[in-house]
């Protein structure tokens, strides 16, 4: 899941907390709110876009690049599926 103005990350963590849902990345503009969501709930299941953008760099660049991606109005779009690389 991919919670896109997730502020503080309370509402995050409310929204999410079922079993169903088993990670939940949180982008936030706000640097102060990001940082204090990633302290606050940060773990497994609840990571920061920075922090799991970090972890996945290399196999995201190696998919990019990768001519399975397709160019759309300049940009270079990527679509993954569950248990795709």
Same mark, same amino acid.
């Given at each position: %899941? $991919?919670?896109i103005g997730c502020n503080d990350g309370m509402k995050t963590v /409310? *929204?999410?907390s079922s079993e169903a849902v088993s990670r939940v990345l949180g982008l936030e503009y706000n640097e102060k $709110?990001?940082?204090k969501a990633q302290q606050s709930y940060g773990? /497994? @299941?609840y990571k920061s876009w920075a922090e799991w953008? /970090?972890?996945n760099y290399k196999t $995201? @660049? *190696?998919l990019i690049l990768q001519k399975k991606s397709t160019?759309? %109005?300049g940009i270079k779009m990527l679509t993954c599926t569950k248990g795709s690389e």
């Open positions: %899941m $991919l919670d /409310e *929204r999410f $709110l990001a940082t773990n /497994e @299941k953008l /970090e972890c $995201l @660049k *190696r160019i759309s %109005m």
